[in-house]
């Protein structure tokens, strides 16, 4: 099945570091451009990073300097490391990827986890 | 990089059409034909319904068509069903390889 699953999710207090998995299923990261997307409580979509098949990346204003994103492409995973993390941070987080038929759309979506930002 | 601007709701009975407008800026929706647009349900995770400002993927009924003219970007629902009611989200390519999302828009089916 094609699919992706994120993980590592949960409560951290404020300043504190977080890493989130993504493991992809029936198609190879290594291939495809994949991205981190968040959503607070209650509020809108927001675009974190992305990484390309080449291996370069780029990051919203947001979360540059704080957030990176890589991937192994032995395991199929992409991973977001989040540091310096602030309250504001407090959203599910869902990592996507690239529409093959476009250069910048997301055709498969997780699930998302949950991080909690709070002391 | 601020979020593209979109009515916080729009509402139709079934059958009617509805159309939600993206409006951006000439460093976004205007500088790409990048812009895509997503569903969302209540606790679910969004799904790609237009890409590339008019194309549709696979499996997406052909009710729900996109267009752009400069800075704004909309999305129309035609033939409004029950199932449409959700969270709707435009997005497009921005400088320097990133993206920006939508502020969204409720659709609520009367």
């Known amino acids: 099945e094609v699919q992706l699953v994120e993980t590592g999710g949960g409560l951290i207090q404020p300043g504190g570091s977080l890493r989130l998995s993504c493991v992809a299923s029936?198609?190879?990261?290594?291939?495809?451009?994949l991205t981190w997307v968040r959503q607070a409580p209650g509020k809108g979509l927001e675009w974190l990073t992305v990484?390309?098949?080449?291996?370069?990346?780029y990051y919203a204003d947001s979360v540059k300097g704080r957030f990176t994103i890589s991937r192994d492409i032995s395991k199929n995973m992409v991973y977001v490391e989040m540091n310096s993390l602030r309250v504001e941070d407090t959203a599910v987080y869902y990592c996507?990827?690239?529409?093959?038929?476009?250069?910048?759309?997301?055709?498969?979506w997780g699930q998302g986890t949950l991080v909690t930002v709070s002391s | 990089q601020s979020a593209l601007t979109q009515p916080r709701s729009v509402s139709g009975s079934p059958g009617q059409s509805v159309t939600i407008s993206c409006i951006g800026t000439?460093?976004?929706?205007?500088?790409?034909?990048?812009v895509s647009w997503y569903q969302q349900h209540p606790g679910k995770a969004p799904k790609l319904l237009i890409y590339?400002?008019?194309k549709r993927p696979p499996g997406v009924p052909d009710r729900f068509s996109g267009s752009k003219s400069g800075n704004t970007a909309s999305l129309t629902i035609s033939g409004l069903q029950a199932e449409d009611e959700a969270d709707y989200y435009c997005?497009?390519?921005?400088?320097?390889?990133?993206?920006?999302f939508g502020t969204g828009t409720e659709v609520t089916v009367l």
């Open positions: 590339d400002v008019t």
């Open positions: 990484i390309y098949s080449a291996g370069d990346s």
């Open positions: 029936g198609f190879a990261v290594s291939s495809n451009y």
């Open positions: 997005s497009s390519s921005a400088a320097a390889y990133t993206r920006v």
């Open positions: 000439s460093s976004d929706v205007g500088a790409y034909n990048y």
């Open positions: 996507a990827r690239g529409y093959i038929f476009s250069h910048d759309a997301f055709d498969l």
